[in-house]
């Protein structure tokens, strides 16, 4: 026995001492691989510069080399950002050794409007530098990707191949039947009949207010997809919407005959293709060079320094109390964020770029103080993506001109609180009993152990209504309109980029670099350098956190895989808190 004791311990003494090693040694490679990623790169003549569409593409980049660390699988695969790659387009053009762009489709959409702003940049590209820019897809072209690809000189995809070309579906999930089988009724109190985040705890189905939104806001973003796409091939919209109807893509040969796209070719043609348009023989050599590898090539174009500066702050996710972290958007950090930018004397104008379904009434009511606050001293300029709606729109309400893509999801301006009563499910599910003893009345109020009585859910609907006068006035006095129009266009309404247009809560179509340069303008400067925030993690803090807590979700991501996103949204669900300003973003448009 003491043998085996000696045994085990030393055993245990070495797994130890090895994980000791491992970890001090896989730091140092880290270390390297960090000091050799900070270089510059160089590129080698006749390179096609590929931008993969079918990831993923968050607002901003992530400039930290742990970014797209997977310490379960230890691989890198960082995803360069929307800035990144609208700035590698700009530099790209007047490049000589890029000799086009290559859109390579895969199956995650990142957006609508995301995905309108690259379609953008790339026909700026191909206009102004004459350059190629090619399409391909090896198996599935999924819609977002097809309405990017459609910009190309030439769309190909693999033989066998599929175009998802149908028009879009808007899916809602509810909960009601199976909180109702668990025994917890979610109790309900909201301002805004159209405010529909709240429907899949009271409802098994769609209500007509938010059916009617949904429909209308999905067909203008598919209206306006179809003109586009019409535009650039040629095609009439009721041609496009025809083949809509009979899935015309869903045969490599039927999207050829179509005119979906101009030829089916294997990956080694494609390479051929490439070098023939950049004008070389089937035996000269071509470079493919990445996003994330030519984010470090210089741009000798770039105005590295000036003494005035525009604060580009990135808001995304949802808006939640305290500091938050990389995924949502924290209430007093941000406010922290723009409170030093305002005070800033050599920053001359902030842009805040909002990705977000809202949140929090408070945490966005926070944000809004701060920006109302700095847009009485300098240019406040909102520039708005996939998401800009309910708390999303709050925060952007101060902004002295507000930037939207025709496709953004927009307005949402309602209120609304959940409390939950799980009585039933701890005492006939469980065997559990609640016992409570009070000092006053309402003492035990909000109670998740039992409904509210009457009066509790008067005084919560006054709360609800204080907080939707508070949005409503503050949207007026920035859109500098009356508060009965305001509240006309209100009532949880959800509208599309275009749509906010036109009724004003928006003043201009434009994406991240149009909001960039209006703010320039409206400062009224020639030179400026852009700052971005909130500042990136320190690299090894953030590694310090992927190998701890981010294991956790490294493990989930790769067992659920495109499930993940669904565990994400019923994680928020137990995070609600408070009187929520949020848009029904439960929904999936595909």
């Given at each position: ?35 050799s990623g900070e270089k510059p790169v160089s590129i080698s003549e006749n390179s ?62 990142s957006g609508w409007a995301t995905t309108e702003e690259i379609r953008n940049a ?222 800033d004397s050599s920053v001359k104008a902030i842009v805040l770029r909002v990705n ?235």
């Amino acid at each position: 026995m003491k043998n085996f004791l000696l045994y085990t311990l030393a055993t245990i003494t070495g797994i130890i001492i090895a994980s000791i090693i491992f970890f001090i040694f896989m730091i140092a490679s880290l270390s390297v691989m960090i000091a050799s990623g900070e270089k510059p790169v160089s590129i080698s003549e006749n390179s096609v510069l590929v931008l993969k569409a079918g990831t993923a593409i968050p607002d901003r980049g992530d400039p930290n080399p742990f970014a797209g660390f997977d310490p379960i699988n230890m691989t890198f695969s960082p995803a360069p950002g929307l800035n990144e790659i609208l700035r590698n387009l700009e530099k790209a053009s007047t490049d000589t050794k890029i000799k086009g762009v290559l859109i390579e489709n895969g199956f995650l959409p990142s957006g609508w409007a995301t995905t309108e702003e690259i379609r953008n940049a790339l026909k700026k590209f191909r206009d102004e530098s004459g350059k190629f820019v090619i399409a391909y897809s090896d198996y599935l072209m999924p819609q977002e990707g097809y309405f990017l690809s459609t910009i190309a000189d030439k769309i190909y995809i693999n033989p066998s191949s599929v175009v998802d070309f149908k028009g879009l579906s808007g899916e809602v999930m509810f909960y009601k039947k199976a909180l109702d089988k668990l025994g917890i009724e979610v109790q309900v109190v909201r301002h805004g009949k159209y405010k529909g985040a709240v429907e899949p705890f009271m409802l098994d189905q769609l209500s007509d207010e938010n059916r009617e939104q949904i429909k209308e806001y999905v067909g203008s973003i598919w209206n306006h997809t179809v003109k586009m796409i019409s535009e650039s091939r040629e095609i009439s919209e009721d041609q496009l919407n025809r083949l809509a109807d009979k899935l015309s893509g869903y045969l490599a040969t039927s999207a050829l005959d179509s005119k979906l796209v101009d030829g089916l070719l294997f990956r080694d043609q494609l390479i051929d293709t490439l070098k023939a348009l950049s004008g070389l023989t089937k035996d000269d050599k071509i470079s493919l060079v990445s996003m994330t590898n030519y984010t470090k090539v210089p741009d000798i174009k770039k105005v590295t320094s000036s003494k005035n500066k525009i604060a580009v702050i990135y808001a995304s996710g949802t808006i939640v109390m305290g500091k938050g972290n990389e995924y949502n958007i924290g209430g007093n950090n941000y406010a922290d964020v723009i409170k030093k930018e305002r005070q800033d004397s050599s920053v001359k104008a902030i842009v805040l770029r909002v990705n977000s379904p809202g949140g929090n009434a408070i945490a966005s009511d926070i944000i809004w103080r701060e920006l109302e606050l700095a847009a009485e001293t300098k240019p406040v300029v909102i520039s708005m993506g996939n998401y800009a709606a309910s708390g999303g729109y709050y925060i952007s309400a101060p902004g002295t001109k507000i930037y939207a893509d025709p496709t953004s999801i927009s307005g949402s301006i309602g209120v609304f609180g959940l409390v939950p009563n799980a009585g039933k499910l701890l005492e006939q599910k469980l065997g559990l009993s609640i016992e409570t003893v009070n000092t006053n009345e309402n003492s035990d109020f909000p109670s998740v152990y039992r409904s509210m009585n009457v009066y509790e859910k008067e005084v919560m609907q006054q709360t609800i209504e204080k907080v939707y006068t508070d949005f409503v006035s503050k949207v007026a006095s920035g859109r500098k309109k009356s508060f009965e129009s305001i509240d006309s266009i209100g009532e949880g309404h959800v509208w599309s980029g275009s749509s906010a247009l036109k009724i004003g809560l928006v003043d201009e179509i434009g994406g991240l670099r149009e909001a960039i340069k209006g703010a320039a303008e409206l400062a009224k400067l020639e030179s400026y350098s852009i700052r971005e925030f909130p500042v990136i993690e320190d690299p090894f803090t953030k590694l310090l956190n992927q190998l701890s807590g981010n294991i956790k979700m490294s493990f989930l991501k790769k067992e659920l895989g495109e499930s993940f996103r669904l565990y994400q949204e019923l994680s928020e669900i137990k995070d609600m808190s408070g009187v929520q300003v949020r848009l029904p973003y439960f929904i999936e448009i595909h």
